[in-house]
């Protein structure tokens, strides 16, 4: 086993900047690209962990913010870290709550060292800052932590997507004086906005301050497609070539293939549990909406030539019954099927650019999946 943070690039593709690479973590290796499920309260929601196991997940994420109010990181830390307390002996990455600065606006008040939140649960006050959110993510245990950012929303001004670049090196900073040495990998998050000479700074600030990773935070915050990628795009070029790249909160699929074209290596998203919840799977050939009515009396599985659990042994008819009927079977079967979706797909990703495939593969998808690049 190689030492925790080393990143190894094991095929590359020569017309992009696509590469297949290994990162070694504490609870072993990540095979990248690599796809992410989100486990916010220290589950993936419908899960348990061997089905995530079984589905080939490598390593999922947890949320400080979330963790810290419930069950407390005191609770977490007694019964053995994260890892024990969630039964998930894989790697772990955790968000460090500053994408909650951007989606609990209405609950927070920014200040110079951290913010100051009104809990979403019942109203008590929590203080988030550098400190706080380093040494939560130390207790947790997690293999990777990620700096305390300020997440803009979409749009804003140059002024404030300026500041927040100004407080998120500031935060990061401190958070790089705070590195555990206990092996915990710790990533940097490049922000700017729409803004390509905020992100191009805030890219090469935080590769000076010396990250294990570098995330790309930022986007998937309701702006449009060429948007997001121009983020990307903007970013990675001031990146380290030698170290991990994460593109936060991204999982449209073709998305993906476009960032890894761009040199991106590791995604998260809560698509494939949210859609299933919602009734919807994710085929080789786009969406299936698997509670309309037209799939009622229908036979086949929700994909067929799909090597899931749910697709060998149920009918769309059958799961479009237990989702109709309010059966959490259902949602649990939807979600077994998309999870394996993903993972089929980041492992194929990986075999393209090992085999020197990858520009076949990019084609082959968007051609199958048109109406759902976007």
């Avoid at 990248?32 to 997940?57: D, W, Y």
């Avoid at 080789?284 to 799939?295: I, L, S």
């Amino acid at each position: 086993m190689s030492r925790p943070g080393t990143f190894e690039i094991l095929a590359a593709d020569p017309q992009t900047q696509a590469r297949r690479g290994r990162l070694w973590t504490l609870h072993g290796p990540v095979e990248t690209p690599v796809f992410m499920p989100v486990g916010t309260q220290a589950t993936v929601k419908a899960m348990t962990p061997r089905e995530l196991e079984e589905s080939g997940v490598g390593i999922v994420l947890g949320n400080t913010y979330h963790l810290h109010i419930r069950p407390g990181v005191d609770i977490v830390e007694r019964c053995g870290g994260l890892h024990r307390f969630m039964g998930w002996n894989r790697p772990i990455l955790t968000d460090s709550g500053g994408f909650q600065v951007f989606s609990l606006s209405g609950l927070r008040k920014i200040k110079p060292d951290g913010v100051e939140f009104a809990s979403h649960v019942d109203g008590s006050r929590l203080f988030l800052g550098p400190r706080e959110a380093m040494d939560i993510q130390r207790r947790l245990g997690s293999d990777i932590a990620m700096v305390f950012d300020e997440c803009p929303p979409y749009p804003c001004s140059h002024e404030y997507a300026c500041q927040a670049v100004e407080r998120t090196l500031s935060w990061a900073a401190s958070c790089a004086a705070l590195r555990p040495d206990n092996g915990q990998l710790v990533f940097g998050i490049v922000q700017g906005g729409e803004f390509a000479e905020l992100r191009a700074r805030c890219a090469r600030e935080l590769t000076a301050m010396g990250f294990d990773g570098y995330a790309i935070g930022g986007v998937s915050v309701g702006e449009p497609e060429a948007l997001l990628l121009d983020g990307v795009r903007h970013s990675v070029g001031h990146l380290p070539m030698e170290r991990p790249r994460y593109l936060m909160g991204v999982g449209v699929m073709g998305q993906m293939i476009e960032a890894v074209a761009l040199g991106v290596d590791m995604f998260d998203c809560v698509m494939p549990t949210r859609y299933a919840r919602n009734g919807t799977a994710f085929t080789r050939t786009g969406r299936v909406a698997v509670k309309a009515g037209e799939y009622k009396e229908d036979p086949r599985p929700v994909e067929e030539g799909c090597g899931c659990y749910c697709c060998r042994h149920f009918s769309r008819a059958y799961v479009r019954h237990l989702l109709n009927v309010g059966e959490i079977l259902g949602v649990r079967l939807l979600t077994i099927h998309n999870l394996h979706r993903y993972m089929e797909f980041t492992r194929e990703l990986q075999q393209a650019i090992a085999c020197g495939a990858f520009g076949e593969f990019r084609a082959a998808y968007h051609a199958a999946c048109k109406e759902d690049d976007g």
